[in-house]
């Protein structure tokens, strides 16, 4: 129980209350499990929609495109104060531009020093932003290394399969 209030997902699906505002669906995972006030986890839901990039204002999370509620959904993860963020497949049902919105946010989030463990096929990004990558086929691990070396020099062919058909 302790492990898990410090650790957050964000999922696929954005997982939002379509009958909340954006706020509430932010300030909800707060109040839940540190059992705090309703005023301060708004305070931490508008802190945390701004870091994301999102003006705080009242608009139902069913008016939303899908980064932004992707991103609204991070928000919703950081405003729990996570020590460490899961994210899986966060760009895999976005167009080209709302990938870049939110890619845009966990690279400013992982150049703040947040510890994220992602899920992606977004294989720049993970070049860029990672520190290290595991390559996972088939339910298998088949690499771990450092970033940069295990994208330029990957010693399976499983990987090496994978990067040729996404690059």
Known sequence: ???????????QGYNLF???????????????PARRAATEALKLAHRYLE??????NSRPSRDLSGGQQQRVAIARAL?????ILLLDEVTAALDPE??????TVLGELA??????????????????????????????????????????QPRTGELQKFLSAVR
């Not at 379509?18 to 839940?32: F, I």
């Not at 405003?79 to 020590?83: D, F, H």
């Not at 709302?98 to 890619?103: D, M, P, R, T």
């Open 1 to 11: 129980r302790a492990l898990r209030r410090k650790v957050a997902i964000v999922f």
């Open 18 to 32: 379509p009958h909340l505002t954006v706020e509430d669906n932010v300030a909800l995972a707060p109040v839940s």
């Open 51 to 56: 870091r994301v990039g999102w003006p705080t």
């Open 79 to 83: 405003a729990v104060q996570p020590e």
């Open 98 to 103: 709302l990938v870049g919105e939110v890619l």
């Open 111 to 152: 150049e703040q020093g947040l510890t994220m463990v992602l899920v992606t096929h977004e294989i720049a990004f993970a070049r860029r932003a990672a520190n290290r990558i595991a390559f996972m086929h088939q339910g298998r691990l088949h690499e771990v290394g450092p970033a940069e070396a295990t994208i330029s």
